[in-house]
Nanobody
Framework: EVDLVESGGGLVQAGGSLRLSCAASGFTSDDYIIGWFRQAPGKGRQGVAC????????????SYVDSVKGRFTISSDNAKTTVYLQMNSMKPDDTAVYYCAADLRLRPDRSALLLPSLWNYWGKGTQVTVSS
């Protein structure tokens, strides 16, 4: 069974940085995608970025291209067991619970970030709070 465990959340001042980690295990295939989603208070869960296990190609949600471009970066370690979300120049609007998700069927593409309900595996989330 796929297991995803997020870490690295916390309280940071505006302008600061955090790096979230998603420790992934239990995959029965080498072909999957891992994504980061976030859910702000009172809002739905929205995709931020995802990465392909095959070639480490990365994709950012269209709605976030402008808001996080140049600030958030998704990456993975060479063993592909940990996926990171580096968040720089953080803003109070980045406050949310950040979730790691994985799927073995979805094609790696930014469109996969549009429908969180399609993703099969989820971590429990990590709280990120940005103070002004």
């Amino acid at each position: 069974e796929v297991d995803l465990v997020e870490s690295g959340g916390g309280l940071v001042q505006a302008g600061g940085s955090l790096r979230l980690s998603c420790a992934a295990s239990g995959f029965t295939s080498d072909d999957y995608i891992i994504g980061w989603f976030r859910q702000a208070p009172g809002k739905g869960r929205q995709g931020v970025a995802c990465i392909s296990s095959r070639d480490h190609s990365t994709y950012y949600a269209d709605s976030y291209v402008d808001s996080v471009k140049g600030r958030f970066t998704i990456s993975s370690d060479n063993a592909k067991t940990t996926v990171y979300l580096q968040m720089n120049s953080m803003k109070p609007d980045d406050t949310a619970v950040y979730y790691c998700a994985a799927d073995l069927r979805l094609r790696p593409d930014r469109s996969a970030l549009l429908l969180p309900s399609l993703w099969n595996y989820w971590g429990k989330g990590t709280q990120v709070t940005v103070s002004s």
